[in-house]
Structures are given as structure tokens and as C-alpha cells.
Nanobody, 121 residues
Framework: QVQLVESGGGVVQAGASLRLTCTVS????????MGWFRQTPGKEREFVAT????????YYADSVKGRFIVSRDNVKNLVYLQMDTLQPEDTAVYYC??????????????WGQGTQVTVSS
């Protein structure tokens, strides 16, 4: 089993930055790819970013490319999502997930409970 806990969400103004952290515990962390997804009420959960087990390769949704950066620390068992130039449309509950590298929810077996990010205009 893998347990995931997100933190770092909050309420910010447009243009601000936030860094989300996903703390991973349970089975060996390093071989697992990690992803970030987000969801707003009434909408399906959507892909944000993913990172390979080694951390060398990343992939982003077009909507966040150039503004968000995903990274990981395999020693500390942490995954980060640095979010810059936040916009109101980034408002959502953000989830981290563990599984296989890619942008489909079906690739991920384990999910956190989510952290709320609210961006005001």
C-alpha cells in the first residue's frame, strides 16, 4: 500500500505562487511515477503534470505548461508542484497520485485526499 498526503493549498490572488507537497509513505517510493490532477465541482478530474520515477522526465497539461513545475525528492519521499502565475481558472482541489507515467487517471493506483487551491481575481 502507498499512502499519499497533499499539503500547501490555500487562497491566493491572481499572479501569486504556491507550492504543493505530496508526502508519500508505505511501500518503496522511488520506482513509482507520480502525477498531479485537479478537479472543480461539476467537472471531471483533469491531468496537470506527471514525473517519472527517476525524476528526469516530466510532462504537463497545456493549460499549465510554462507556469507549473513538478519535481520530486526520492530521499525524502516527497513530490512537489510549484505553481506560478496562478489564475482564477486554476482554482480546484489538487490531488497527487502514484502509478505509471502518463496523463490518464487509469495509470494511477493510489490517490491522496486532495488539497484546495483557490485563486481570486
Amino acid at each position: 500500500q502507498v499512502q499519499l498526503v497533499e499539503s500547501g493549498g490555500g487562497v491566493v490572488q491572481a499572479g501569486a505562487s504556491l507550492r504543493l507537497t505530496c508526502t508519500v509513505s508505505g511501500r518503496a517510493f522511488s520506482p513509482v511515477a507520480m502525477g498531479w490532477f485537479r478537479q472543480t465541482p461539476g467537472k471531471e478530474r483533469e491531468f496537470v503534470a506527471t514525473i517519472t520515477a527517476s525524476g528526469r522526465v516530466t510532462y504537463y497539461a497545456d493549460s499549465v505548461k510554462g507556469r507549473f513545475i513538478v519535481s520530486r525528492d526520492n530521499v525524502k519521499n516527497l513530490v512537489y508542484l510549484q505553481m506560478d502565475t496562478l489564475q482564477p481558472e486554476d482554482t480546484a482541489v489538487y490531488y497527487c497520485a502514484a502509478g505509471y507515467y502518463g496523463d490518464s487517471q487509469a495509470l494511477y493506483d493510489y490517490w491522496g485526499q486532495g488539497t484546495q487551491v483557490t485563486v481570486s481575481s
